[in-house]
């Protein structure tokens, strides 16, 4: 009897740590698109994006990653900078 209320003492939890990283998540990741959605143009918005969800990157890394040209990136960074 006992071993079966740690086991739904412990179901229990894991569903609501489930539950609360889900939320948290979500949250995290609103705040991203909330303030993406406020970047004019298409290539500001692909970096900040690609930097949001690979955080950290370095240069080659992050023109390499999207495909975009160093001067796009570049231009990109100083306008999010």
Known sequence: MEGEVEDWEEALLNRVA?????????EYYLHYITA???LSSPSEKLVY???A?????T?????????LHENTVLHAL???G
């Open 18 to 26: 489930t539950e609360f990283a889900d939320k948290i998540r979500h």
């Open 36 to 38: 993406m959605r406020t």
């Open 49 to 51: 994006l690609y930097l």
């Open 53 to 57: 969800l690979f955080q950290p990157q």
């Open 59 to 67: 240069l080659r890394t992050l023109r390499r990653g999207l495909g």
């Open 78 to 80: 100083r306008k999010l």
